[in-house]
């Protein structure tokens, strides 16, 4: 009999200590560490596929690695064409977030094609999965559908029906049952995942695992999976909103650098073809603490409007509060205000978010973030017609931003005319007015906005300039504090 001892492992990056501990001393996350039997004889042997032997570089047959389209556009543009055979895809997302509803859109495009689909659903019954697949007009005959948990019943199932994509929704449900742990556990996610991986190379099987992301409920994070698969896939979105975000976090075929844009509708997901335009859809012009900023994701420009709210606080240590944009950017970009342009938030709570849901990580878009927090403290809008790109140094100086021309070109696509740029940015393209700046001060200048009244702190000197309204804008000397 094999021998078991006990083991505690973190949920979230897999390492193994022999004693628990509050805290996980590989990746430092608390209260991640969880009791487990490991079984020393449990692994390995069965993983032992047929030995490849070695072959001249020249001479591997690639052939069988091509890409195969799902058919969701969206879907092949971050894969980098399609599902490839023999690859196993992990996609993660909290629950909700329509992983479940992607996949099998994606399997009825490929089984329209005549072309074999096993879907494993190891949390739905088959009951459940056909209702949602009539909905989604997902009934093909080729689509084999199994409500299943056990994974020598899922290796038989793929015996039997000799499918070309198989996917197993979600690896986190799916047991072996010479595996001593919980379901769920690390051992077990990681070990049922390492021998679907060895079925899919033995067999040029293309399978998706689905995995959720969360801490709750003692499910294993699908960190600990991300070196056993070819391709890791990240669904995103705020369930509150409509649209979902899909990237590669790892792609073993093509580049991690593709965007796939998707929204919730009654009818599954739909690409979202034209999304600067989705993300501009309502907004109101002429309101304070409102900026569009032009960002890139990957290859794509994305328009995004970011907001600010800045209002007097009765606390004594302010409100900070930040939704789809860095806190710790947020808090970086109020201190250059502070020292560099004469804008105090001391006594002020921040609100700072990007509209719509999405995430804008990318120092270009600190200029529009800082403009935005100035505008909300002096009350001030900025000119409908005006994005900003730029990363803001802690002197209050400008750099330069990638792939310029691709966002203002963007953003002269959906009428904007006018974009304040650092001062070296390349020409705009045609249709819009580049206005160049060196430093932050000089940009909140040249849009004419000043600090109101609500302003506590010491004004820094600024250069005097002409706004592009012609308005002169006031010099300011340091106040003795
Ligand atoms: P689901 O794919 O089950 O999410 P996951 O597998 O990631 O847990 O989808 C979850 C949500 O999507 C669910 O709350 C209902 C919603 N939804 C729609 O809005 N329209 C649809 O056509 C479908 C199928 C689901
Ligand atoms: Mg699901």
Not at 162 to 185: C, E, K, L, M, R
Request: glycine content about 10%.
């Amino acid at each position: 009999m094999a021998k078991v001892r006990a083991v505690f492992r973190c949920t979230e990056c897999g390492t193994t200590v022999p004693k628990w501990a509050g805290r996980c001393p590989g990746c430092e996350e608390w209260n991640t560490l969880i009791e487990e039997l490991e079984s020393a004889s449990s692994s390995s042997s069965a993983l032992l596929g047929p030995r490849d032997r070695p072959t001249p570089i020249s001479e591997v047959d690639v052939a069988e690695w091509q890409a195969r389209p799902t058919g969701i556009g969206e879907l092949d543009r971050v894969l980098g064409g399609g599902l490839v055979p023999g690859s196993v895809t992990l996609i993660g997302g909290e629950p909700g977030i329509g992983k479940s509803t992607l996949l099998l859109q994606a399997m009825a495009s490929i089984a329209a094609e005549g072309v074999t689909v096993l879907y494993i659903s190891a949390e739905e019954s088959k009951q459940q999965v056909k209702l949602r697949a009539e909905r989604l007009g997902a009934l093909q005959p080729t689509l084999w559908l199994a409500s299943e948990t056990s994974l020598p019943h899922i290796l038989d199932d793929i015996d039997e029906i000799a499918p070309t994509v198989v996917i197993v929704d979600s690896i986190q449900s799916v047991h072996h049952p010479d595996i001593s742990s919980a379901p769920g556990s690390v051992s077990q996610v990681r070990e049922c995942a390492a021998r679907l991986v060895a079925t899919a190379k033995s067999r040029d099987l293309a399978i998706v695992l689905v995995g959720h992301v969360t801490k709750e409920g003692g499910l294993a994070g699908p960190r600990v999976l991300e070196h056993v698969v070819d391709t890791v896939l990240a669904f995103e979105g705020d369930r509150h909103h409509a649209l979902r975000l899909l990237r590669a976090a790892k792609h073993r075929f093509g580049a991690t650098d593709q965007l796939g844009l998707f929204e919730m509708t009654e009818d599954g997901l739909a690409g979202v073809p034209d999304p600067s335009r989705l993300f501009l859809a309502d907004r109101r012009k002429g309101v304070s603490g409102s900026v569009v900023v032009p960002t890139m994701e990957g290859h794509r420009p994305l328009l995004v409007e970011l907001q600010a709210l800045v209002t007097r606080s009765p606390l004594a240590s302010p409100r900070r509060s930040s939704q789809g944009v860095d806190s710790g950017r947020v808090s970086l970009l109020l201190a250059v205000l502070a020292e560099r342009a004469g804008f105090s938030f001391a006594e002020a709570d921040v609100y700072a978010l990007a509209v719509g849901g999405v995430k804008v990580a990318e120092p270009a878009a600190d200029l529009g973030l800082a403009l935005a927090l100035a505008s909300a403290l002096a009350s001030q809008p900025l000119p409908a017609d005006l994005v900003v790109c730029g990363e803001v140094g802690l002197g209050g100086e400008l750099r330069q931003v990638s792939h310029c021309d691709r966002r203002l070109a963007e953003a002269a696509r959906l009428g904007f005319t006018r974009a304040l740029v650092p001062r070296l940015a390349p020409d705009p393209p045609d249709g819009i007015v580049a206005i160049r700046v060196g430093t932050l001060a000089e940009a909140i200048e040249a849009i004419g906005i000043r600090p109101d009244t609500r302003s506590t702190a010491p004004s820094t000197a600024r250069s005097t300039a002409r706004s592009p309204n012609g308005a002169e804008s006031r010099r300011e000397s340091p106040s003795e504090d």
